[in-house]
């Protein structure tokens, strides 16, 4: 299969479009800009729809209207942009419509930066909007994986009727590296819900919206329902030299990219780590975290934020290893060395 040099930005927009996605509504804002412009230019002609929205609380509500008629839809932004979608992301989720987000996280909080950052994972996967809901949010380190875990978010969306987040970050989005793609046959079944007009069936109702509580619980029960299953089936994560590991680095995206090389220059100098990598952030992979618990003496949980997964770790964990925490904030992302320096002291402590 041929390899061609994509941003990663790019490649969530070719795979989204191998997907079946023909319709986007956004609004740029950096560091994922180049992915709006490149829906702009793709969508046209695979006979898409790309549409500029005034705001990402238009886009968000645009994409609820496509959806809800069985389109497959996506929109892509940055932390403030994904902020003021919260609303709509809410409704989305109770509405049970499929779609699929993309945050480009940047440094904050508030406006903050355009450099990389995983601060917004509370946001992400404990729901950033109001009430009892959950993303599906998929967290990829290479270019490659950001483009197979997009296709992947479009059969999720469709498979629960949940909308999909891929949370990335300003490094991923912009480096450039090989990725292959394949185009391959779109087929997911909307018949049963979506809105397509009443004429030869009952009329169908799309919302989420309920004035009584008792039928709103309902709805709620169902999602809870729904969300267990996505629970028991969905959950994906790396280990890396985990067999006989006494040390256990925790990270996901780019850091747990980064965390590799960590892993094996503390191999090179006699420590035995291993990386666990977690994929899914929703579903979160506690149980195989919770095994490799039992055999480490030492977790080191590093990220681009100020422990933020560290509380899932920590759950996950329950107490069966020692936990430590590395991390960088307002977009500085740490070197191999400084986190194997850290380790390095930590070990030196014990």
Known sequence: MKKVMMKGVEAIGEAAIIAGCRNYFGYPITPQSELTEYMARRLPQVQGSFLQAESEVAAVNMMYGASSVGRRVMTSTSSP????????????????????????????????DIQPSQGDYFQATKGGGHGDYHL????????QEAAELTILAFDLADRYRNPVLIFADG????????????????????SSWALTGAKDREPRQVTSF????????????ELQKKYREIEAK?????????????????AHGTVGRIAKSVVRMARESGLK?????????????????????????LILVVEMSSGQMLEDVKLAACGKAKIEFYGRMAGVVPTPEEIFSHLQSLVGRR
């Not at 599906?136 to 270019?143: A, E, K």
């Not at 969905?234 to 925790?250: F, G, N, P, Q, S």
Request: with cysteine; proline share 7%; net charge negative.
């Open 234 to 250: 969905e959950v994906r994560y790396e280990e890396y030299l985990t067999e006989d590991a006494e040390i256990l680095i925790v």
């Open 171 to 190: 490094l991923l989005g912009q480096m450039m590296e090989p990725v292959a793609l394949q185009e391959r046959e779109i087929t997911y079944d909307n």
């Open 81 to 112: 942009g994904f902020s003021l979608m919260q609303e709509g992301v809410s409704y989305m989720a109770c509405a049970q419509l499929p779609a699929v987000f993309v945050n480009v996280v940047r440094g904050g909080p508030g406006l903050g």
């Open 273 to 297: 780590a291993g990386l666990f990598r977690p994929i899914s952030l929703y579903p979160y992979p506690y149980e195989a975290l919770s095994n490799l618990s039992e055999r480490a003496s």
């Open 210 to 221: 309920n004035i009584d509580p008792y039928g709103l619980e309902k709805m709620n029960l």
């Open 136 to 143: 599906i949010v998929l967290s990829p380190s290479t270019v």
